[in-house]
Protein backbone atom coordinates (compact mmCIF):
# COMPACT_ATOMS: atom_id res chain seq x y z
CA UNK A 1 0.00 0.00 0.00
CA UNK A 2 1.55 3.34 -0.85
CA UNK A 3 0.59 6.57 -0.14
CA UNK A 4 0.48 9.30 -2.75
CA UNK A 5 2.72 12.38 -2.65
CA UNK A 6 2.06 15.76 -4.51
CA UNK A 7 2.77 19.04 -5.50
CA UNK A 8 6.59 19.53 -6.15
CA UNK A 9 7.82 21.44 -8.52
CA UNK A 10 10.82 24.40 -9.45
CA UNK A 11 10.75 27.43 -7.88
CA UNK A 12 12.68 30.01 -7.22
CA UNK A 13 14.41 30.65 -3.72
CA UNK A 14 12.23 32.81 -1.53
CA UNK A 15 9.40 31.00 -2.67
CA UNK A 16 6.91 28.75 -1.43
CA UNK A 17 5.55 25.41 -2.84
CA UNK A 18 2.45 23.03 -0.47
CA UNK A 19 3.06 19.14 -1.04
CA UNK A 20 0.14 16.96 -0.08
CA UNK A 21 -0.20 13.20 0.37
CA UNK A 22 -3.00 11.16 0.35
CA UNK A 23 -3.40 7.84 2.32
CA UNK A 24 -5.11 4.79 1.23
CA UNK A 25 -8.05 4.25 3.94
CA UNK A 26 -7.07 1.08 4.09
CA UNK A 27 -4.34 2.06 6.27
CA UNK A 28 -5.94 2.09 10.08
CA UNK A 29 -4.77 3.69 13.47
CA UNK A 30 -2.52 6.35 12.32
CA UNK A 31 -0.70 7.44 14.93
CA UNK A 32 1.87 9.85 12.85
CA UNK A 33 1.91 11.56 9.75
CA UNK A 34 5.38 12.80 8.44
CA UNK A 35 7.44 14.29 5.94
CA UNK A 36 10.96 13.20 4.71
CA UNK A 37 13.38 14.90 2.03
CA UNK A 38 16.40 12.70 0.39
CA UNK A 39 18.69 15.88 -1.43
CA UNK A 40 21.39 13.96 -3.90
CA UNK A 41 24.41 12.08 -2.24
CA UNK A 42 22.46 12.64 0.88
CA UNK A 43 20.73 10.16 3.42
CA UNK A 44 16.99 10.44 3.90
CA UNK A 45 16.18 12.84 6.88
CA UNK A 46 12.99 14.07 9.00
CA UNK A 47 11.65 17.07 8.25
CA UNK A 48 8.64 17.32 9.93
CA UNK A 49 5.73 15.36 11.51
CA UNK A 50 2.16 15.50 13.01
CA UNK A 51 1.13 13.15 15.43
CA UNK A 52 -2.51 11.89 16.65
CA UNK A 53 -3.20 14.39 19.25
CA UNK A 54 -1.59 17.39 16.51
CA UNK A 55 1.58 17.99 18.18
CA UNK A 56 4.23 18.89 15.52
CA UNK A 57 7.89 18.45 15.43
CA UNK A 58 10.27 19.67 12.69
CA UNK A 59 13.91 19.90 11.71
CA UNK A 60 16.05 22.49 12.84
CA UNK A 61 16.46 23.54 9.18
CA UNK A 62 12.71 23.96 8.30
CA UNK A 63 11.38 25.71 11.60
CA UNK A 64 9.81 29.07 11.19
CA UNK A 65 9.43 28.05 7.50
CA UNK A 66 7.77 24.92 6.73
CA UNK A 67 4.30 24.31 8.30
CA UNK A 68 2.71 20.48 8.34
CA UNK A 69 -1.05 19.81 8.61
CA UNK A 70 -3.47 17.23 8.35
CA UNK A 71 -7.15 16.35 7.03
CA UNK A 72 -8.42 13.93 8.80
CA UNK A 73 -11.75 13.96 7.00
CA UNK A 74 -9.84 13.43 3.63
CA UNK A 75 -7.35 11.26 5.09
CA UNK A 76 -4.36 13.55 3.86
CA UNK A 77 -1.55 15.59 5.55
CA UNK A 78 0.11 18.61 3.80
CA UNK A 79 3.78 20.24 3.68
CA UNK A 80 3.55 24.24 3.62
CA UNK A 81 6.91 25.32 2.66
CA UNK A 82 7.83 29.00 2.71
CA UNK A 83 11.23 30.96 1.79
CA UNK A 84 12.50 28.04 0.24
CA UNK A 85 16.12 28.01 -0.62
CA UNK A 86 18.61 25.89 -2.56
CA UNK A 87 19.74 23.58 0.18
CA UNK A 88 16.03 22.36 -0.02
CA UNK A 89 16.20 20.85 -2.82
CA UNK A 90 15.58 17.36 -2.61
CA UNK A 91 13.07 14.51 -2.99
CA UNK A 92 10.14 14.68 -0.30
CA UNK A 93 8.46 11.03 1.13
CA UNK A 94 5.37 11.63 3.06
CA UNK A 95 4.82 8.35 5.18
CA UNK A 96 2.79 7.35 7.82
CA UNK A 97 3.09 5.02 10.68
CA UNK A 98 0.34 2.98 11.98
CA UNK A 99 -0.52 1.51 15.19
CA UNK A 100 -0.17 -2.21 14.37
CA UNK A 101 -0.33 -1.37 11.02
CA UNK A 102 3.30 -0.49 10.11
CA UNK A 103 4.65 2.08 8.37
CA UNK A 104 4.17 3.00 4.65
CA UNK A 105 6.01 5.44 2.30
CA UNK A 106 4.99 7.65 -0.55
CA UNK A 107 6.38 7.39 -4.23
CA UNK A 108 8.10 11.01 -3.70
CA UNK A 109 7.74 14.26 -5.13
CA UNK A 110 10.81 16.38 -6.16
CA UNK A 111 11.31 19.98 -5.21
CA UNK A 112 14.00 22.12 -6.92
CA UNK A 113 14.77 25.46 -6.03
CA UNK A 114 16.60 27.58 -7.86
CA UNK A 115 19.40 30.66 -6.49
Known amino acids: VQLQASGGGLVQAGGSLRLSCAVPRTIRGIMTRSWYRQAPQKQREFVAR???????DYADSVKGRFTISRNIAKNTHDLQMDRLGPEDTAVYYC??????????WGQGTQVTVSS
Open 95 to 104: RVDGNGSGTH
Open 50 to 56: IVVNGAT
